[in-house]
């Protein structure tokens, strides 16, 4: 898996993760109960959305080909 993975602030990708991350922000500054779990499953989502990009990009790339 490369260091980082390059998303455009136009794509789907980018407007799935941008709520995501925001609220992962909000979990992490406050302490409030279930902030831990929440924070997980965020962290989850968004791994696995990463992880979709990466796919979705490395097709792309493979079409060009």
């Given at each position: 898996?490369?260091?980082?993975i390059?998303?455009?602030?136009?794509?789907e990708?980018?407007?799935?993760?941008?709520?995501?991350?925001?609220?992962?922000?909000?979990?992490?500054?406050?302490?409030?109960?279930?902030?831990?779990?929440?924070?997980?499953?965020?962290?989850?989502?968004?791994?696995?959305?990463?992880?979709?990009?990466?796919?979705?990009?490395?097709?792309?790339?493979?079409?060009?080909n």
């Open positions: 898996m490369p260091p980082h390059p998303v455009r602030g136009s794509s990708a980018a407007h799935v993760l941008r709520p995501a991350l925001q609220l992962l922000v909000c979990e992490t500054a406050a302490s409030r109960p279930g902030s831990a779990l929440m924070t997980v499953h965020l962290a989850r989502i968004i791994f696995v959305q990463a992880l979709r990009t990466l796919s979705a990009t490395g097709e792309s790339a493979a079409d060009q």
